[in-house]
């Protein structure tokens, strides 16, 4: 199992826009710098090889807060009691775009050094919610060697492999 804790600010893979002449970009300034910050982390933390078989990743979000979740005056930096606990807001991102730019992050073919490609992820398990005092804001990530044979289907949860093959 590999641990990495990333510190930055996640940022979600959106849409890309053109500039005309075949010229892409990422719509969101924020996505190359989480990038960037995942493959140093990732760097300094794994010295490994990239794995080239299938893996389960889990990944936490942390989030900054709003500064409308704080109290104001005398209890000002304290939190509201009404603050919630996860991220359901779209300025932070959709969970789905904040992991896509994770993962590419994690992944040789663009530059990561943890996994060989993102589309060696077979199990996913991720959550968003906002930092809390004692944390910095980024994303703790787990990726773990699955026990799958990558050439053989996994059984269903009855133990029936055969259910899986595409007809």
């Not at 053109?18 to 493959?39: A, C, F, H, T, Y």
């Not at 982390?41 to 078989?53: F, N």
Request: net charge positive; glycine share 8%.
């Amino acid at each position: 199992m590999i641990e990495i804790r990333v510190y930055g600010r996640p940022a979600p893979q959106g849409s890309k826009r053109s500039l005309g002449n075949g010229v892409m970009i990422e719509s969101s300034k924020r996505v190359k710098p989480w990038r960037q910050d995942v493959k140093l982390d990732s760097r300094d933390q794994y010295k490994g090889q990239p794995i080239a078989g299938p893996v389960f990743v889990e990944i936490t979000f942390y989030l900054p807060r709003p500064q409308a979740h704080y109290r104001t005056g005398k209890f000002a930096g304290q939190l509201k009691p009404t603050a919630p606990t996860h991220s359901t807001s779209c300025a932070q991102g959709d969970i789905d775009k904040l992991v896509r730019s994770t993962l590419d992050g994690l992944s040789a073919k663009a530059g990561g050094c943890v996994i060989q490609d993102d589309s060696l992820v077979v199990r996913l398990t991720c959550e968003k919610r906002y930092v809390t005092d004692t944390e910095g804001c980024g994303a703790y990530i787990r990726v773990i060697e699955s026990q799958y044979d990558s050439q053989r289907p996994s059984p269903d949860l009855c133990g029936n492999a055969e259910a899986l093959v595409c007809q």
